[in-house]
């Protein structure tokens, strides 16, 4: 082979590497630019990091007391939820209580309650306590806490619990409990043995909570029986 076919030899080889090599760089450059299946798996599966959450206020119903007589604690019966109400002392409310004296098993003891000073009332509730009861909370008035008021009835006639929801405008109600004559007897949440007595030679005393705006309070009635 003379120079001169040595020479074409070598410029035909350095053409094919050439075109090799730009075969290659362009094989290179096309898969990089292209996601790779599993990027697009990713891209396409995953979740939006944004949610959006709707929540719907529940509006506050009316309360009232319908709870075992002998459970512990109550809620006063009412207009308002439990949790915006404290004990009160000094309640604007005139109350007048008629039947209180010379009790007989059954007889009626009614409470009339008129509301002063721009205030309500929402509803009351009543219970017979020992006679010399001191009630200044709702722990002092669930009989099984307490231990100063009946757990339930005395007799076939009587009431053992009674509550008198209020009507709007709140601003009256009455309420009537018929008292009882006999022994209640239960044991009280810590084992405490109570046994209460109401009857002639044992008075008792009506216990009335009431309800107002944001608050409750108790007043004692003593009754004497016949």
């Not at 053409?15 to 630019?33: C, Y």
């Not at 076939?156 to 309420?175: K, R």
């Amino acid at each position: 082979m003379n120079r001169s076919q040595k020479s074409m030899a070598i410029a035909a080889a350095v053409v094919v590497v050439l075109v090799v090599v730009v075969a290659v760089l362009a094989n290179r450059s096309s898969s990089s630019s292209s996601p790779s299946d599993d990027a697009a798996v990713t891209s396409t599966s995953a979740p939006s990091v944004e949610s959006t959450t709707t929540t719907t206020a529940a509006a506050v119903a009316p309360t009232s007391t319908t709870a075992d007589p002998s459970a512990g604690e109550e809620t006063p019966s009412g207009a308002q939820p439990a949790s915006v109400m404290t004990p009160v002392k000094d309640l604007p409310l005139d109350v007048s209580v008629d039947g209180t004296k010379g009790v007989s098993d059954g007889d009626a003891v009614t409470v009339h309650v008129t509301a002063k000073d721009g205030s309500k009332i929402f509803g009351a509730d009543a219970r017979l306590c020992r006679g010399d009861a001191v009630i200044e909370n709702s722990g002092d008035y669930a009989p099984t806490q307490g231990g100063q008021c009946i757990a339930g009835t005395l007799s076939a006639g009587s009431d053992g619990f009674v509550e008198a929801p209020g009507a709007a405008p709140y601003a009256s109600l009455d309420l009537t409990f018929r008292a009882g004559v006999g022994t209640s007897t239960y044991t009280m949440g810590d084992g405490t043995p109570v046994s209460i007595t109401c009857g002639p030679g044992h008075p008792c005393t009506l216990v009335v909570r009431f309800q107002i705006p944001n608050g409750f309070g108790f007043r004692s009635y003593p009754l004497s029986f016949a």
